[in-house]
């Protein structure tokens, strides 16, 4: 039986390098070689927070673009050789939630992401994919590696914050962290038509790319209360939603439901971990009968987001690339980059790993 080496999470707060037999091909899946990598902050919530459970010897990593190197019998779009766009969310399209429209969810509650949740990731020599023909994208020509690898979560999760963020032609919104989803997010709610986009955020590498993205004020949050800057900001009105990225379970909602307008939206992209509870201030949220909605989702997967995310790159709507601030050549350096995004230095955003 054939073997590859990967990166894994040996148990909680311990990885190290294993070796694996390949997975076998069904009739429907393929088997990718990944030529470029990226490490996410998931990663570092699923080893060091536990904020999925235990799990052993499971590969870590859901962003990668790659090389097929099989298919199975049953495969017709997707053929040996091809370079493809690999999304973080490959769901089961068959699924009843996928029919409903929320293809992200089926099986489970977060079913549809499977690499390092379920199965072995993609920071290996090799891994599985499954319904090819549905969960792969070719890769287009003029795009490159590191290009399309940030559009697989950042860009899908953070564009999904703005979609499902009801942002009104004109309107105003506010994007509470700025890492890569954030900024993602400020440049979905830029091509969704939002006038006045407040980025909440202090890094200056952070601050520089949402500004190219599309923001027109910065939140130093260090300075005072979000919601108490944005209030001042709009003479008292609000924004008209708001995007969290990040932050904490505490203050962040409390700031978000205080900077939104009646009728607005709160829409939530960040993972949230390292307690049990959201606090929803009650008296902010008009004892429940502001008419503040709140909604939140898991990345979008699947052929088609991947197409049309590549297709607002290569017409140069935004420039995905910006995301990236440290490279690395050569498998072994995985390590190199998830401890990297685990430390979080003030230059980065995200790093990735070329492969081949």
């Known amino acids: 039986m054939a073997t590859f080496k990967g990166f894994a999470m040996k148990k909680l707060n311990e990885t190290g390098w294993v070796e694996k037999e390949v997975p076998e091909c069904g009739p429907l899946d393929a088997i990718v070689r990944p030529?470029?990598?990226?490490?996410?902050?998931?990663?570092?919530?699923?080893v060091w927070e536990g904020a999925i459970g235990d799990r052993k010897d499971m590969v870590l990593g859901h962003e990668a673009v790659g090389v097929v190197e099989e298919v199975g019998s049953l495969v017709k779009n997707i053929k040996v050789g091809d370079k493809v766009i690999v999304p973080a969310i490959t769901p089961d399209w068959d699924d009843e939630a996928a029919q409903r429209g929320y293809p992200s969810q089926t099986t489970e509650p977060l079913g549809g992401w499977k690499f390092s949740n379920f199965k072995d990731g993609v920071f290996g020599e090799r891994f599985h994919v499954n319904l090819a023909d549905a969960n792969l994208a070719l890769m287009p020509e003029g795009l490159t590696d590191e290009a399309a690898v940030m559009l697989v979560d950042m860009w899908s999760t953070g564009m999904m914050g703005s979609e499902n963020a009801n942002i009104p032609l004109g309107g105003s919104v506010l994007v509470i962290g700025i890492g890569?989803?954030?900024?993602?997010?400020?440049?979905?709610?830029?091509?969704?038509?939002?006038?006045?986009?407040?980025?909440?955020?202090?890094?200056?590498?952070?601050?520089?790319?949402?500004?190219?993205?599309?923001a027109t004020e910065i939140i130093n949050y260090r300075e005072a209360p979000i919601d108490?800057?944005?209030?001042?900001?709009?003479?008292?009105?609000?924004?008209?939603?708001?995007?969290?990225?990040?932050?904490?379970?505490?203050?962040?909602?409390?700031?978000?439901?205080?900077?939104?307008?009646?009728?607005?939206?709160?829409?939530?992209?960040?993972?949230?971990?390292?307690?049990?509870?959201?606090?929803?201030?009650?008296?902010?949220?008009?004892?429940?009968?502001?008419?503040i909605n709140i909604t939140n989702g898991l990345c979008p997967g699947g052929r088609v987001r991947m197409e049309r995310l590549a297709r607002l790159a290569l017409t140069n709507r935004a420039d995905p690339e910006l995301l990236v601030t440290h490279r690395f050549k050569g498998l072994e350096k995985i390590e190199d980059a998830l401890y990297l995004m685990k430390d979080k230095p003030k230059d980065l955003i995200k790093p990735i790993v070329k492969i081949d």
């Open 180 to 214: 890569a989803v954030g900024l993602s997010a400020i440049a979905g709610a830029a091509l969704l038509g939002a006038a006045d986009i407040y980025a909440a955020g202090t890094r200056p590498i952070s601050v520089k790319v949402a500004k190219e993205y599309g």
């Open 228 to 291: 108490e800057q944005v209030r001042e900001a709009t003479d008292g009105a609000g924004v008209d939603s708001v995007i969290i990225a990040g932050g904490n379970l505490t203050n962040t909602w409390k700031e978000a439901v205080a900077s939104t307008k009646a009728g607005g939206t709160i829409s939530n992209v960040n993972y949230l971990s390292g307690a049990d509870d959201v606090l929803i201030p009650r008296v902010e949220w008009g004892c429940g009968m502001s008419n």
């Open 35 to 46: 030529t470029c990598v990226s490490p996410c902050t998931s990663d570092i919530h699923t």
